[in-house]
């Protein structure tokens, strides 16, 4: 949008809670059929994505939680990953989660078609094993929170109003939900809402908040690549790994069925794996710890979006979260790329322009 | 590297450029380092980017990718996704600080068997100046 957005300020004490109201007036009023957002789970320990279309269930949903447990693009595939059928669906999640579902949608696994995006400010979230175990269940997350993941805190798209409607609250602002395209500003009107307040507080804190966490973000993942320099602390940073795979499979982009790391086929025959040990001397065992993680670098570090699922994910500890961080600001920026952050932007590896890429830093061909 | 050991390298080469210009080289017989292992692909976009990830790993001092020139690609557009994924993989190299220097991807027409030789002689000399590939003596790979 070339000039400034306008919003729609809600009288509200409750931040993200604001909305839940609002989508069960969307859902009456007939313009949608369903919302997809977290609830509270019956055990009151957990949440989870649900798709609603009763807006008396409503009211145990919470949008915003303080764990990220299902990634929102991963619920969203598995409601849309064959197409939407027309079920007019307002999705509420994080920014990170609706860029994944963004970039799910460029791979083929989402269909935004039908599907409004409802995202907010986000203030972070608690580390998944501290909340599963009960020593950190935080009942309001506030915006200077230390007892984020360290994936969260160094986040500079916390705020990146990447849906169709955006709420900003962050810092002690009012709720305002700002409509960022057709579709944002159609789901406000069936909110009964209008976008006329001015929405430059919201900007200016955002751009300010943004910068901070972006300086942040350079210098701690700095300190990691100059920890994690070179095969041998690499392999330091890595040595815990227990081979669960389980990144991979919280993974919200890594998509496929059957991952290329499983397959029977592409494993080593005990012959071969006879052979490199005659070979070699001495080497751990199941092989390809570090090929597995470096495949997965290959395969999903240009479409990452740093939501910090792998890292909630690993029971040994491993900073994958941050590792891919990492790897992946250097291959996104390479091809001038921000995994989710433009709809309408291809995927770097399903694209090429016939002069590009020659010699920006060395040789490269 | 140290003493008189001889770097180790791999090659993808497209079938329709790189392996026929390497074919020509071996008819006209140019000199060519021995130390040096082919593995013929049907384009270079072949070369998914694991394989250069395992041929390290497994220990391999260098990796050469080589396919037709940009625009002469037999089907079309292929080398231009392999230059786009050779990039990735070196901005991955260069983010772990990991040599990317082992890895290089060359455009090598049918008919230009001496640029072959050249391209395979300098990477082979670089690669002796730097030290042995240290994944080849990794335990906890």
Redesign the interface.
């Known amino acids: 949008m070339s000039e400034a957005p306008r919003g729609a300020t809600i009288q509200s004490e409750e931040g993200p809670r604001a909305l839940v109201p609002l989508l069960a007036r969307a859902l009456e009023k007939g313009t949608s059929d369903a919302v997809l957002l977290p609830l509270r789970t019956p055990g009151q320990d957990s949440y989870a994505f649900v798709l609603v279309k009763d807006p008396r269930l409503l009211r145990q949903a919470d949008p915003l939680p303080p764990v990220q447990t299902v990634t929102g693009g991963r619920a969203l595939s598995s409601l849309t990953r064959h197409g939407g059928g027309g079920v007019r669906i307002l999705a509420v999640m994080r920014p990170c989660e609706a860029r994944g579902a963004i970039e799910l949608s460029k791979l083929g696994q989402v269909d935004l078609k039908d599907v409004t995006l409802i995202t907010m400010d986000c203030p972070g979230t608690v580390p998944l094993q501290r909340f599963a175990r009960g020593d950190l269940r935080p009942s309001a997350v506030g915006f200077a929170d230390q007892d984020i993941r360290p994936i969260c805190q160094v986040c500079d798209l916390s705020c990146a109003a990447v849906g169709d409607l955006h709420l900003g609250w962050g810092e002690g602002l009012a709720p305002i939900l700002i409509p960022m395209d057709e579709r944002g500003a159609e789901a406000l009107l069936a909110m009964g809402l209008r976008a006329e307040g001015d929405t430059s507080e919201w900007r200016t804190t955002v751009s300010s908040r943004s910068q901070e966490r972006r300086e942040r973000r350079e210098e701690r993942l700095g300190q990691l690549r100059v920890a994690s320099s070179g095969l041998d602390n690499l392999m330091v940073r890595l040595d815990s790994c227990i081979n669960c795979h389980n990144c991979m499979r919280a993974c919200p982009i890594c998509y496929c069925r059957v991952c290329a790391f499983d397959i029977r086929r592409q494993e080593r025959s005990a012959n071969e794996v006879l052979d490199l040990a005659k070979a070699r001397g001495s080497m751990r065992l199941p092989m390809d710890t570090l090929m597995f993680h470096l495949g997965r670098m290959n395969h999903m570090s240009l479409n990452c979006v740093s939501c910090g699922a792998c890292e909630d994910a690993c029971p040994a500890g491993v900073p994958i979260a941050q590792l891919f961080a990492m790897v992946s600001d250097r291959t996104q920026s390479a091809f001038k790329y921000r995994a989710g952050m433009d709809r309408q932007q291809r995927s770097p590896l399903i694209t090429f322009l016939e002069k590009e890429l020659e010699g920006e830093d060395g040789q490269r061909c | 590297m140290s003493g008189n050991e001889e770097p180790r390298v791999l090659g993808f080469l497209c079938n329709w450029c790189a392996y026929a210009g390497a074919d020509l080289a071996g008819v006209s017989r140019l000199q060519l380092p021995a130390n040096f292992c082919v593995i013929r692909t049907m384009c270079s976009a072949r070369t998914e ?2 394989f250069l ?2 041929a390290l ?1 497994g220990g391999m001092d260098g990796v050469l990718v080589a396919g037709c020139h ?2 002469d690609c037999h089907y079309q ?1 292929g080398n ?2 392999t ?10 190299l ?5 040599e990317h220097e082992r890895v290089r ?3 090598i027409s049918a008919s230009e068997c001496s640029l072959y030789q050249k391209v395979l002689t300098e990477f082979i000399e670089d690669l002796k100046g730097m030290e042995r590939n ?8």
């Open positions: 980017p694991l990830f395992k790993l940009p625009g557009r231009y996704f230059r786009r994924r050779l990039v990735m993989v070196q901005e991955i260069k983010a772990l600080n990991m991807l060359h455009w240290v994944a080849r003596d990794e335990v906890f790979l």
